[in-house]
């Protein structure tokens, strides 16, 4: 496969990013109504009753409309998590075995060839060096 087409992995992190997400917007939400719900409760000489329990009724009805997606959203990842999770991560898994066994197998060729010629470098070394002690010998002797 290409590495620009992303892998079944990557698409279900991608895919737990977005539900965290929302999950995380959805929480602000209920939060936002629950204390929206606080300051309406309070007790006010003055308030007027009915409009009172109409923005009552409202952020009750927004916070359960809230409950209801995070439901959802804990469903879908449950899905998710249930239906791709253990054969995304391990074909990911093989894939990027796959890659490092290649990587290790080139990198061992470059090794054996560098051995090599060393190996070759340093053969030249010896005769060059006993050749060169040979004829030290001779001209001392000679």
Known sequence: RGMDEPTKGTQVHRLQMA???RVD???ERFIEN???LIK???INEKSELYRDNFQINSNVENMINSGESLLQIAFDLKQTLLLSDFRSI???VKFQDKILRE???SIDST???ISRQI???LLELEAEYYSSRALLKTIKDG
């Open 103 to 105: 990587k290790k197998d």
């Open 111 to 113: 090794i054996n060839n």
């Open 119 to 121: 190996d070759e470098a």
């Open 40 to 42: 309406v409760s309070k």
């Open 25 to 27: 917007e959805e929480t």
């Open 90 to 92: 391990h074909d990911e």
């Open 34 to 36: 629950f204390g929206s």
């Open 19 to 21: 539900l965290a997400k």
